[in-house]
């Protein structure tokens, strides 16, 4: 049973682009949605987060969209740069902070 | 400040064979954390130590997979016998708790991985 689900599986987008990735959960007790960009050889690092009481976080060129009621929550990389090629995980943290991940997206800019 | 570091990076074995991978938390961090990535499927928790003692291992597949973490400091991750399902990349994560949420401090920081192959 996949409590986070994320889609699509890979994206391509073109340099200047925008990169939309979407996650859905199920367990309302989730408290916390972080996303982890990692590139090959790395392990996962946390690139920006939300807490389910914030409908939108903007860092930089990177912004999660949440919605609570539809308990949906989406990355938007605006003008992608090839240096944003890499597998990006949604994650919702429960109990002791253990974190559920979704099977990932791997993203590739092209010039 | 170092990161959390993974050995060894890959490993190759025989089915029936034994693995032992090692993690070194960053240091004064006294949570870590064990997921494994099956290729193409999620990150999925194993188990979670504060300090030496397991607080949660709901994630351990079966008991071939035996996780300790004498002292507090590093942990080790054995997988006796191996099986080909047990291939996959095993994470290590470390954080530091008691902090506000988001603070960033509490945030698990992972290692590079360990990748595993059973053949």
């Known amino acids: 049973q996949q409590q986070v689900k994320q889609s699509p599986q890979s994206l391509i987008v073109q340099k200047g682009g925008i990169s939309i990735i979407n996650c859905a959960y199920e367990?309302?007790?989730?408290?916390?949605f972080p996303w982890y960009q990692q590139f090959p050889g790395k392990g996962p690092a946390l690139l920006i987060a939300i807490r389910p009481d914030v409908s939108e976080k903007k860092e930089g060129r990177f912004t999660i969209s949440f919605n609570k009621s539809a308990k949906q929550f989406s990355l938007h990389i605006m003008d992608s740069q090839p240096g944003d090629s890499a597998t990006y995980f949604c994650?919702?943290?429960?109990?002791?902070?253990?974190?559920?991940f979704g099977t990932g997206t791997q993203l590739k800019v092209e010039l | 400040e170092a990161g959390v570091t993974q050995f060894p990076s890959h490993s190759v074995i025989e089915k029936g064979q034994t693995v032992t991978l090692r993690c070194d938390p960053i240091s004064g961090h006294d949570n870590l954390y064990w997921y494994r990535r099956v290729m193409g499927k999620e990150i999925k928790f194993l188990l979670h130590?504060?300090?030496?003692?397991?607080?949660?291992e709901s994630g351990m597949p079966n008991n071939r997979f035996l996780a300790e973490r004498t002292g507090g400091t590093y942990s080790t991750l054995k997988v006796q016998p191996a099986e080909l399902e047990d291939s996959g990349v095993y994470f290590c994560?470390?954080?530091?708790?008691?902090?506000?949420?988001?603070?960033?401090?509490?945030?698990?920081?992972f290692g590079a991985g360990s990748r595993l192959t059973v053949l």
């Open positions: 130590f504060v300090k030496e003692s397991k607080q949660d």
């Open positions: 994560a470390s954080s530091q708790e008691g902090l506000p949420l988001l603070s960033g401090a509490n945030v698990l920081t």
């Open positions: 994650a919702a943290r429960g109990g002791g902070n253990k974190l559920t």
């Open positions: 367990n309302t007790a989730f408290d916390y």
